[in-house]
């Protein structure tokens, strides 16, 4: 097929990880034809690093931290109006994902013959295990761990359907995007990509492609201020789910979910936190506010306050 891609990145303070992103998408091949990284950072610095890693790539800078949702959403935007205009597929990328050269010709291929209008490959870790399954049938929920090759040899090679997927990597057609929408900016982090990919499912096909592989590897939390941002995007993220569960036709289908996501979250900062998960319960599902939906001492006000002390 003649497909053009243009491949979306939003990014915020990973330079190193940024830099690996784009070297590994420099050998994707002939149907990349763009790049898009929006730095939620907005730095000169981080301007001249995607410059130099990958000439010709389009920079932009929101002038504020927009996001993942919300960077994402600019990226698209850009690729709509701009000289990308033509594009077939677009290419969503966490910036600490790496990938192989043959990745998008793959997905290209597996999503013409099982006319998918979203594609995701096997995700695996530093180690080549694998992880961060998406939304697959009950009995293929519990294969981290296992090597790719134990993976197709327990549930076969041939492409499987899934009802969300992460957007570690992820290829759209464009048909999807026109049908159903870009994506929302008012979930700051954590679900946008759970939402995003629930609301094409509802209307299409999306598929895992277990012949293909890419590496997640994200930078490791070393520092104590990490540690609590990392607690209040977990926080927002019990608000999103729930909102998305519980307040969203397209995304009833995981409202089961939550339990585990509760489960998930006291396992991690324990029963201390109960008052928190009640507010991001409330605010989601009640409320029916994605965490970056209203001002005030919300679980993004306060990880931005944590930046400026």
């Given amino acids: 097929m003649n497909a053009s891609v243009a491949a979306l990145i939003a990014t915020y303070r990973r330079p190193a990880e940024l830099r690996r992103l784009l070297h590994s998408l420099a050998l994707s091949g002939s149907s990349l034809t763009t790049v898009i990284v929006v730095d939620n950072d907005g730095s000169d ?25 919300g960077g ?20 969503i990328l966490d910036d600490d994902a790496v990938l192989v050269p043959d990745v998008l010709p793959r997905l290209l291929e597996a999503m013409e013959r099982e006319e998918a209008d979203l594609a995701c490959p096997l995700v695996v870790n530093e180690r080549g295990l694998v992880g961060w399954l998406p939304g697959l049938p009950r009995g ?18 041939q492409p499987h359907r899934f009802a969300w997927a992460q957007g570690i990597c992820l290829l759209v057609s464009r048909r999807a995007i026109e049908r159903c929408g870009l994506h929302r900016g008012d979930f700051w982090v954590r ?6 990919s629930l609301r094409l499912t509802a209307q299409g096909c999306g598929i895992l492609v277990p012949a293909v592989t890419v590496q997640h590897r994200p930078p490791p939390e070393s520092t104590g201020v990490s540690r609590e941002a990392e607690y209040w995007k977990h926080c927002a993220l019990v608000q999103n789910n729930a909102y998305i569960g519980f307040r969203l036709s397209h995304g009833h289908r995981i409202a089961w979910t939550i339990a585990g996501t509760l489960r998930h979250f006291f ?4 029963w201390g936190a ?18 970056g939906a209203r001002s005030g001492p919300t679980f993004r006000a306060r990880a931005a306050a944590l930046r400026s002390s």
């Fill in 45 to 69: 610095e981080g301007r001249a690093l995607v410059e130099a890693a990958f000439p010709g790539a389009q920079y932009v800078n929101p002038g504020a931290n927009l996001g993942c949702g």
């Fill in 274 to 291: 109960f008052g928190d998960a009640v507010r991001a319960l409330w605010r989601g599902a009640v409320l029916g506010e994605p965490a």
């Fill in 140 to 157: 293929m929920r519990h294969a981290n761990g296992l090597t790719p090759e134990e993976f197709r040899q327990r549930f076969g090679g």
């Fill in 191 to 196: 679900g946008e990509d759970l939402e995003f």
């Fill in 267 to 270: 396992g991690i900062w324990s």
């Fill in 72 to 91: 994402l959403r600019m990226a698209e935007e850009e690729a709509l109006r701009s000289g990308a205009g033509d594009f077939t597929h677009l290419l």
